[in-house]
């Protein structure tokens, strides 16, 4: 075949799962008991808005494990994702209302917020995420209707985790001045200590949101959403019973139900944290040029650079050199004041290879001046 001239890039922005190597075989043991089922034709001809009992009844099983007690199954729905969830949640706010976030947040959360015709306030965070006393001050500044988006188990993207005390403070300033929280936890069963969520202890303020997308795989495109109360739930349904576009795919809920029946579930999560585990040490041998921030189980770092590195300029000498790799720009709420910092995947390579071909550029990058390579030819690309 003849040489196209394109070179490969080794994609660092999409924080994906690794693929365990045994998810083949549990692919197959799920398949095939989906096939030998008398059911699953039945099961694949019909919808399943908000899930079916066994789809609700497996996610409070699964559930159970990041809150520690029994969960209503009747306060459960089944959506198809966390943008699905977040569009069912914002959909049911009134426009016009203030949602309060961190700063720098899920990259697509400013524009679902928009076309809900909702006003995204970004907060400053710490090392902990959102500061309570952030909140307060933000609530000062606005009126009306008031909602919380937080992801407060390994932040995207600064990996922040809040510890329990500031999760009770902030649950009570929420209270305080009448703020539902919506609790992102995509990474609560990566993390290994992570705290309770909190929905766990102001479960009835709190809607709460754990996709699979993370320690599952990101196309099985299911999301378990636990409202305040069973009526909350119900209310949230009631207007969007026949529009598709949110439900659950009956193959993946199948799967994820088997897996979560017979604790494959739970070996995909420890096979999961080895794995990140494993890139976590070749990204600490590796990058040496700069220092970045990170958690267990967190699926990227979070690099803040030195003023002599902008980072769009990284960003571009990074691509030129078949890296890529996300500014923080991607995740900010507002125009104003974004710190000069990247995003890098540790998972989104599919070999290990590959991950260390990627830092090794990144970090030469990093330990040199950016325009100076930008304007050499072809010393580092991902090619060799």
């Known amino acids: 075949m003849p040489d196209s001239g394109l070179k490969r890039s080794i994609d660092l922005t999409t924080a994906l799962p690794p693929a365990p190597h045994f998810i083949h075989e549990a692919l197959e043991e799920a398949f095939r008991q989906i096939c030998a089922s008398d059911t699953t034709a039945m099961d694949i001809r019909r919808n399943r808005p908000g899930g ?25 729905v089944v959506t198809n994702g966390t943008q699905s969830a977040l569009n069912l949640l914002f959909g049911a706010i009134e426009p016009g209302a203030t949602l309060f976030t961190e700063s720098l ?9 928009t076309r809900a015709g909702l006003k995204p306030v970004g907060l400053p965070v710490d ?7 952030a909140l307060e001050e933000g609530c000062l500044e606005s009126s009306g209707h008031r909602v919380l988006f937080c992801n407060p188990t390994v932040h995207n993207p600064t990996t922040a985790v809040m510890g329990g005390a500031r999760r009770i403070l902030l649950a009570e300033t929420c209270r305080k001045h ?16 992570a705290p ?27 999301a378990y959403l636990i409202a305040p109360t069973a009526d909350r739930a119900r209310e949230l349904l009631a207007p969007v019973q026949r529009l598709s576009s949110w439900f659950p795919n009956a193959l993946s809920s199948l799967t994820i139900n088997h897996w979560i029946r017979t604790g494959l579930a739970q070996q995909i999560i420890d096979a999961l944290r080895a794995d990140i585990r494993e890139r976590h040490e070749v990204a600490s041998k590796i990058l040496t040029a700069a220092e970045y921030v990170t958690k267990p189980g967190s699926l990227h770092i979070w690099v803040p650079l030195p003023d002599r590195i902008e980072q769009h ?3 571009d000498t990074a691509k030129t050199c078949g890296i ?6 991607v995740f900010a709420v507002s125009d104003l004041r974004i710190p000069n910092a990247v995003r890098v995947s540790l998972t989104a390579p599919p070999t290990t290879n590959d991950l260390v071909v990627g830092l090794s550029i990144l970090d030469k990058i990093l330990g040199r001046d950016v325009q100076e390579i930008a304007d050499e030819t072809g010393p580092l690309t991902a090619n060799g």
Not at 183 to 191: I, K, M, P, Q, W
């Open 52 to 76: 079916t009992r066994e789809d609700i009844e497996c996610g409070a099983s699964w559930l159970r494990g990041r809150f520690g007690q029994a969960l209503d199954p009747e306060r459960i």
């Open 105 to 113: 947040t899920y990259a697509v959360l400013r524009q679902l917020a």
């Open 127 to 133: 090392q902990e995420g959102i500061i309570p006393e």
């Open 178 to 193: 009448e703020i539902t929280i919506i609790e992102d936890d995509v990474l609560g069963f990566l993390h290994p200590d």
């Open 196 to 222: 309770p969520p909190i929905a766990a202890f102001a479960p009835d303020i709190t809607w709460y949101c754990m996709s699979v997308s993370k320690c599952f795989a990101m196309g099985l495109r299911v």
């Open 313 to 315: 300029e990284l960003v």
């Open 324 to 329: 890529l790799i996300r500014p923080a720009e």
